[in-house]
């Protein structure tokens, strides 16, 4: 069973052991620079908010509707990282999916039902802490960044020429319990508007800046998961305009500012602002190209056809 | 040392091992307080600190503001009104899911919905 509690998505297998449960949080964070250089870890703002998406169900697309799931409001261009978190001290541990626009960003396989090792799918917590975008290179990701759906950004939209799922997908197996009684792990011990805009682009994450993150190798092999239980989650992303026209306010956070990026020491673009106005990687994602990239191309691209407009006769 | 203070330096100190940004100093900055206070409660030579720095220091800790309140001896002031606007309702309610296994409790919570995709 999934639930929300404060902002986190909690998924529970009771029925394979008390404390068979992991936490799995939406932060906010900077952008880091799209250019050829690797960046450390930025700064954590703290957490998306989440919300059932089924309480806005009369002003949603039957489509987001018919997936089920939460929402979650994010600013266009704004940075995501994901925190596996444990709310006990020594966290049950679970396999985890997570994938984009259903492309997994560990493998960049299209998403399916299931683990699979060979290439892996999945992350292992206790031991992956976090995960800031996709696995490009060993040791290296590209930064998740939010991005409408139809401009191309998108990893979805990059690899199946298509953007049709957008959003995040989560899903979650605990250990079999047989395997975790059998390595004697430790026991969990428990401590205790304007007008309104009319609904159009759904977001998808695109990757972003690089930055240095392991991703881990799964130590236990693919027999130590239960397939056979396991929740799922689809988590459909809102940009401000979006979030104003189906929850009736604003998104109840701001998106970094100029002086956060100063303070970081990272550089600001301008075009961090639109929404304001208006394992060994994956060798499909290794050649994804970064969003300032693919604005490159764009920008090249128009430049190419306004030339050929003016060289008609 | 009190339950609250180890605790709180146990995860501090983790993550001070990878980020430097977790040093007594800068933490204690971070939150709004005193370092020697921070180091007091650590130790437990003072007691847990106000509901909003405790707060502050689950949310810069990355911990869960509940539990982390809880080891503090104290009930979020969001959870005590809630309780105040429906005294006999989540009286009655929290007494009779005192004993109940956590199955038993997750059962009157909200689930996310899966769907189609």
Redesign the interface.
Known sequence: ????V?D??TF?F??VH?FAESGIEFHRTLRIPDDKRTYP?PP?L?RFPLR???DFADRLPRES??????VMPIHQAEALWI?F?D?FGSPYPCAIKVATG?VCAISGEPWQEGLTQDPQNYVVVPGQPWLDGYCVAKGTIRQFVAMPLGDGHTVEEQLTGQGV?GGL?IAVHPMKRDVHESLRLPEPCL??REELAPYHHEMGLAPGGRMSQEIYEDAFGLDAWDQDHG????VTMANSQQWMAIAGERPPTQPPTVREYAKAGLPWFLHYDRDRKALAGGERLAGLRSVAETVRRGEAMAAREEGTERGKP | MS?FGT?TRQIRERLRAS?RRYSLRQVARRIGVEPAYLSKIERGAAAPPSEATTLRLA?EL?E????FL??AGKVSSDLQEIIRKRPKLFADLIRQLRDAP??AI?TV?????????
């Open positions: 069973m999934i639930t929300i404060g986190r998505l529970r009771p029925e008390r870890l954590r703290g059932h998406l089924d509707v018919r997936r089920g799931g939460v925190k978190s709310r259903k799922h997908q401590v205790l929740g799922r989650c689809f | 339950r605790r980020d949310a990355g869960d503001p509940d539990v809880a080891m956590d199955e997750f919570v909200r689930v996310v919905r899966d769907g189609d995709w």
